[in-house]
Every structure is written in structure tokens, then in C-alpha cells.
Nanobody, 124 residues
Framework: QVQLVESGGGLVQAGGSLRLSCAAS????????MGWFRQAPGKERELVVA????????YYADSVKGRFTISRDNAKNTVFLQMNSLKPEDTAVYYC?????????????????WGQGTQVTVSS
């Protein structure tokens, strides 16, 4: 079972930047795809970005393309989310997630391990 611990959330003004980190432990980090989901009040949790286990394939939701960047450091068991040009609609709890199976890539439904979440609040 993998344990995921997010950090880096906070309050930022619109147009600002934040960098989220997710430290993983408990299994071979480099064997699993990773992703970041977010959940805003009253909305369902949605996949924002994902990265394959090798780092060679990435996915970005249309709403964050060109503003967010996901990366991973397999040597440090950590995945990052760089968020630039933040907008008030990016306000949500952001969750790090790991794929359930040791495959190169997973669809959103195959992410089954979650961190505790970190709050991102963007003020207008």
C-alpha cells in the first residue's frame, strides 16, 4: 500500500503561482503512474494532470493546459505540480493520486491511492 503526503498548498492572488509536492512511500514509486486531482466545493473530484511512470507521457485537463506542469523525480519518490497563472476557479482541495497497477499509464478510474489533500485558494 502506498502512502502519499501532499504539501505546498496555500492562499495566492490570481495570476500567482504555487508548487505542490507529493512524497510517496510504501511501494516502488517508479512503477506507477501518478496524478493530481482536485475537488472544489459542491463539485465532483476531477483529474487535473497525470504522468506516466516513466514520465514520458502526460495528460492535462483543458482547463489547466499551458498553466500547470506535472513532473516526477523517481529517485526521490516525489511528484510535483507547478501551477502558474492561477485563477479563482482553480480554488479546490488538490489530491495526489497513484495508479492501482504497476503499468506505464492509467485512465482516471484506475487511480486508487490518495493523499490527504492540500487546500489551494486563489483570490481575485
Amino acid at each position: 500500500q502506498v502512502q502519499l503526503v501532499e504539501s505546498g498548498g496555500g492562499l495566492v492572488q490570481a495570476g500567482g503561482s504555487l508548487r505542490l509536492s507529493c512524497a510517496a512511500s510504501g511501494r516502488t514509486f517508479s512503477s506507477y503512474p501518478m496524478g493530481w486531482f482536485r475537488q472544489a466545493p459542491g463539485k465532483e473530484r476531477e483529474l487535473v494532470v497525470a504522468i506516466s511512470r516513466s514520465g514520458g507521457r502526460v495528460y492535462y485537463a483543458d482547463s489547466v493546459k499551458g498553466r500547470f506542469t506535472i513532473s516526477r523525480d523517481n529517485a526521490k519518490n516525489t511528484v510535483f505540480l507547478q501551477m502558474n497563472s492561477l485563477k479563482p476557479e482553480d480554488t479546490a482541495v488538490y489530491y495526489c493520486a497513484a495508479g492501482r497497477r504497476p503499468v506505464e499509464w492509467s485512465p482516471p478510474a484506475d487511480f486508487g491511492s490518495w493523499g490527504q489533500g492540500t487546500q489551494v485558494t486563489v483570490s481575485s
